[in-house]
């Protein structure tokens, strides 16, 4: 008995049509449905009708505040830290050197992330960095629990997903392009600007939309270096389902975040049109 | 105090082995002093069929998972507790009563006991969360030698669904090398807060204290759930929050290190502060706050029923009991372990205060844990 072209198809397309179902479809169903409901009188969830979560946002402005000014002021700082790197790694240093180089890149990662942000609470509370500052007649500057430290720990935290696309992408560059121009007379911070930058772009563009994503959802680093002050939509939603119980409340911030998300995305993949990437560059994470 | 959390020097362990190889300690003594001991127990229970088989584990299963609060257990007691049953005691730490329920009501915790504290219990009983408890296989609960007052929330319409852990206070710790002196009154906290001690003080990451003791501040009660009065307590706190150090239930290394002088504190924390850094006091809000006491429950769907029941037995065994007492800095509601601790210990102001000095303070109410605006007005005080 043959099955027909179409039926062959759908076959095939089930086990991951089944994959999105359940770990895609179906939690964002119940996170739907949860927002448009009331917090039972115990905490937890209680069947509803209501825009009254929605109602609500504003009172977690300043959490979206918080992530929407943090979030993109951490993107710029590691890709302003992680391009010269990258530049240094796949251009500029001795290939010998290069895989050694990569490693170390990749070695925090080796360690939790929730240890390394506690070894930043010794480096900036009052016995570390502040204590050495103060040898230099900076007295009383505090360090941990600001916007700064948590500035600081997500730099530090995710500049290897930063690192990484930009690299692959100075790394295919085609040298014979560099040389070409030098050989009609660019100067090299011309060809810097008219050749590598751009061919880079879609590295740079896939290691922002990386951290970026990722730092819209962060709630570790604020709640460990920013002492329970400096606030992301991720703390309020992490308060909002084990602390507060609100459930319905806290879907209903959840929604807000990944309509946040969509017009993030949807504005780069224009960015990505723009800059003329080819489907296999923007594929590089 | 000693370190335990100490690595061991390589000469130090090869010493030991030496020692231990000699036949001039025991195994036992070995494996603890080199950590080996503690490495083992973390392997042997992530994998069971490495557990020893006795013929005793076989009713009550290898594995026992205890939910329960910071620095609150002599971990030597679940050592020997897997001696003698061959049960290992998984520990999961918490930071307040809340998160413990939302974990509870989320269904598939898997814990076997947990530790909530009395003003909890009514709203686990009354979520069908808990069961009462079968005291026939809990016989080192004597409820004759309990005070009372500590052991009373766990019994609801006559039936026993917790017994009584340990009971303590929610009071300052100060830093009087830091504070000039004392701080021993929540209008000095909180107002020093925005003056003398701008940027050294800490509050709770729970809004039962941080919320109760702003209410007592204004001289209302700290289970206060009247809008008005919560209203006084959320303008001064939106007030205090730029001036505060840290909103934080893990106040001890801040303060240990010197970065807080000021922050709320439970009875324990406050002792074992103060035992490694006298400087480092201890004292009551004199207008109020917060007296409570933890109790032992098991969830109705506690995947190691039996075991459960060895360990909260076990545990309230005076010896071990004592034991915990001694290492945690709480103090304990049963005279037969009072009678076995320290007489120092039993005349601590810090552990056992005056009558006089906890007159004022309030027993949380249960409407206190799950009051919907009490909660709200934390996560805006946290988000602001």
């Known amino acids: 008995m043959a099955i027909t072209r179409r039926q062959a198809r759908a076959l095939l397309l089930t086990p991951a049509g089944l994959w999105y179902a359940a770990l895609l479809l179906l939690p964002l169903a119940v996170v739907l449905i949860f927002s448009f409901g009331e917090r039972s009188p115990i905490g937890g969830y209680a069947p509803g009708f209501t825009l009254e979560q929605y109602a609500n946002l504003p009172s977690r402005f300043a959490a979206f505040r918080n992530t929407l000014t943090l979030a993109p002021l951490g993107t710029v700082a590691a890709l302003l830290i992680a391009y010269p790197l ?26 939790s992330i929730l240890i390394r942000s506690y070894a930043w609470i010794f480096l900036l509370g009052g016995k570390g960095i502040p204590a050495l500052l103060a040898q230099f007649g900076l007295e009383d500057i505090r360090l941990l629990n600001t916007p700064f430290a948590v500035l600081l720990g997500i730099v530090y935290g995710y500049l290897p997903l930063m690192v990484f696309p930009i690299y692959v992408a100075l790394e295919k560059l085609d040298k014979r392009l ?5 050989d009609l007379g660019t100067p090299p911070w011309r060809s810097f600007l008219q050749i590598t930058l751009p061919l880079s772009m879609p590295g740079v563009l896939t290691g922002s939309m990386l951290v970026f994503i990722l730092l819209m959802g962060e709630f570790l680093i604020p709640s460990i270096l920013g002492g329970g002050k400096v606030f992301f939509i991720g703390n309020a939603m992490v308060d909002l389902f084990l602390q507060s119980r609100n459930w319905a409340f806290g879907s209903a911030v959840a929604v807000a975040l990944v309509v946040i998300m969509l017009i993030t995305v949807a504005i780069y993949s224009r960015l990505i049109k723009r800059f003329g990437a080819s489907r296999d560059d923007v594929g590089l994470m | 105090m000693t370190d335990d959390s100490k690595p061991i020097s390589r000469k130090a362990f090869i010493e030991e082995l030496r020692r231990y190889q ?16 503690t490495a083992m127990a973390v392997m042997g229970g992530s994998m069971p069929a490495l557990l020893p088989g006795r013929a005793r584990a076989a009713d009550l299963g290898n594995r026992v998972v205890l939910a329960t609060w910071p620095n609150y257990h002599d971990p030597a007691n679940f050592d020997d507790f897997a001696d003698k049953f061959g049960v290992y005691t998984q520990v999961n730490v918490f930071g307040s009563n809340e998160e413990m329920l939302a974990k509870i009501q989320a269904g598939g915790s898997g814990w076997d006991v947990f530790v909530p504290t009395n003003y909890a219990i009514q709203t686990y009983v009354d979520a069908d969360l808990i069961e009462p408890l079968d005291l026939s296989k809990i016989p080192n609960y004597d409820p004759a030698s309990f005070d009372p007052r500590f052991a009373v929330a766990g019994t609801i319409d006559g039936k026993v669904y917790a017994v009584p852990k340990n009971w303590g206070t929610t009071g300052i710790a100060f830093n009087s090398k830091k504070t000039g002196g004392v701080v021993d009154s929540w209008k000095t906290f909180f107002d020093g807060a925005r003056d003398q001690f701008d940027g050294r003080v800490m509050v709770h990451d729970y809004q039962l204290t941080t919320i109760g003791n702003a209410l007592v501040y204004f001289g209302h009660s700290f289970n206060s759930v009247d809008p008005s009065d919560l209203a006084d ?22 303060m240990r290190n010197g970065d807080a002088w000021l922050t709320m504190c439970w009875t324990g924390d406050g002792k074992q502060m103060h035992t490694d850094m006298p400087e480092i006091g201890f004292a009551l809000g004199k207008e109020g706050g917060e007296i409570w006491s933890d109790y032992y429950a098991i969830p109705k769907d506690a995947p190691h029923r039996e075991a459960a029941y060895a360990l909260i037995n076990f545990l309230l065994d005076p010896q071990v009991n004592a034991k915990e007492a001694l290492a945690h800095g709480y103090p304990v509601a049963d005279k037969r372990v009072n009678d076995l601790l320290p007489e120092e210990l039993l005349d601590d102001p810090i552990l056992y205060p005056a009558a006089e000095a906890l007159a004022p303070l309030e027993f949380g109410a249960a409407v206190t844990l799950t009051d919907p605006n009490r909660a709200e007005l934390m996560a805006r005080f946290k988000s602001a």
């Open chain 1, 86 to 111: 990258a530049y240094f790694l796949a251009l500029r240093v001795d290939p010998k050197w290069k895989t050694l180089l990569l490693v170390l890149v990749i070695v925090p990662f080796w360690t």
């Open chain 1, 178 to 182: 560099l040389e070409a121009a030098a």
């Open chain 2, 22 to 37: 000699k036949g001039s300690v025991t195994r036992r003594h070995f494996l603890g002093v080199t950590g080996l001991g």
């Open chain 2, 233 to 254: 307590a959320e303008k001064l706190l939106l007030d205090v929050k730029p001036h505060l150090y840290a909103i934080s239930s893990d106040y001890q290394p801040a």
